[in-house]
């Protein structure tokens, strides 16, 4: 599947926010979808305030605090980032 596939406005990311444990995006058609922080160690690792600021982009979530994002292909798809680990893995 091409990303363009994903890339439609019903998949466009509306809002989009983060609590102590997961990452929320609320897409145009209606769909709410979440992903647990730990899936996102550069999320999980900043403060509640560098989360709170986020840009929506068409196709992801920005968070320019920090300098990353997460595409909404990754999180309807569940992609991690390379390092995540789940918390009882953690070293």
């Given at each position: 599947?091409?990303?363009?596939?994903?890339?439609?406005?019903g998949?466009?990311p509306?809002?989009?926010?983060?609590d102590?444990?997961?990452?929320?995006?609320?897409?145009?058609?209606g769909?709410?979808?979440?992903?647990?922080?730990?899936?996102?160690?550069?999320?999980e690792?900043?403060?509640?305030?560098?989360?709170?600021?986020v840009?929506?982009?068409?196709?992801g979530i920005?968070?320019?605090?920090?300098?990353?994002?997460?595409?909404?292909?990754?999180?309807?798809?569940?992609?991690?980032?390379?390092?995540?680990?789940?918390?009882d893995?953690?070293?």
């Amino acid at each position: 599947m091409t990303s363009l596939e994903f890339e439609t406005e019903g998949t466009r990311p509306v809002a989009a926010w983060c609590d102590d444990q997961y990452v929320f995006a609320t897409l145009a058609d209606g769909r709410q979808i979440r992903a647990p922080l730990w899936w996102y160690p550069y999320l999980e690792q900043a403060s509640e305030a560098e989360r709170a600021e986020v840009e929506l982009q068409y196709s992801g979530i920005w968070w320019p605090a920090i300098d990353e994002g997460v595409s909404i292909k990754a999180l309807l798809l569940g992609w991690k980032a390379p390092n995540a680990k789940a918390p009882d893995q953690a070293a």
